[in-house]
């Protein structure tokens, strides 16, 4: 039987550092795609010398520039990373057998995805194994849901695989914490804008679920001291997204009186 063709899809901005390895890890895909948001260092050149199809569109969401990269692909099977994450030689071998055999007649597949945080991949917490559903036939799949976090909704079976994605999502704990800042306000304004509000426990309620659920029913404290901290940060993120709600709201009323 003869192969399946997959394109690789990938959307980036400002991510010479990490883009080469990512697309040398879709180098097994009969399509390389990358929507790039108008970068301003070297990434589209080096995308370019990576064999990659590159395009540039103005920045409107994960999601849509997802769903913009996933309708712009040759093939109709796809296979969607970011540009921090890489496809392990494990996983891109299960994908090859997988398109020789017509993909066994699923619609996609949910790949986990193993997080390296400070020199550590983290493999216990709420991070592993994190199941992505990223391996898919568009005709079935579409990106949907709340930004930042979209997520692919699927018209038919799918399922699971053994290899992982390997994610580097934060260079340092100074781009951990501003990541969190910048999604807290993404989620909260889109939790306001769809009539969410927030309560005085769910400052108090919300955080303290979360770290138990990481650290204690996840057993992140597994990880050692990164463990702990990472469970903390989890509650963190929890709490400064009711709080950025409970900020909007009042504001918001505030300005109606």
């Known amino acids: 039987m003869t192969r399946v063709p997959i394109t690789g899809c990938v959307i980036s901005f400002n991510e010479a550092e990490r883009i080469g390895a990512c697309l040398d890890s879709l180098d097994f895909c009969d399509e390389i795609l990358l929507v790039d948001s108008h970068s301003t260092d070297d990434t589209r050149t080096l995308a370019a010398g990576k064999r990659a199809k590159v395009l540039t569109r103005d920045w409107n969401g994960f999601g849509e520039q997802k769903e913009f990269a996933v309708r712009a692909a040759e093939h109709d099977w796809v296979l969607c990373l970011d540009a921090d994450e890489r496809v392990s030689p494990d996983l891109a071998d299960e994908i090859r057998a997988l398109a020789a055999r017509d993909f066994d007649g699923q619609r996609g597949f949910r790949l986990p995805r193993c997080t390296n945080w400070l020199g550590r991949w ?44 390997l994610h580097l999502a934060y260079r340092d704990l100074d781009d ?21 509000r927030a309560r005085l426990a769910n400052l108090v309620v919300n955080p303290a679920l979360r770290f138990l659920r990481f650290y204690v029913l996840k057993r992140g404290f597994l990880e050692g001291w ?14 400064l997204k009711y709080v950025k709600l409970l900020v909007l709201q009042r504001t918001d009323a505030a300005s109606h009186r």
């Open 122 to 165: 983290i493999r216990h917490g709420t991070w592993y194994p994190d199941r992505q559903l990223r391996l898919y036939d568009r005709r079935y799949g579409e990106w949907q849901g709340a930004e930042p976090h979209p997520k692919v909704e699927l018209d038919g079976p799918s399922a699971a695989l053994r290899g992982d994605i």
């Open 226 to 239: 990164r463990g702990l901290v990472l469970a903390f940060l989890a509650a963190h993120y929890v709490r």
């Open 176 to 196: 951990h914490l501003q990541t969190i800042d910048r999604y807290t306000t993404i989620m909260a304004r889109g939790l306001h804008e769809r009539g969410r």
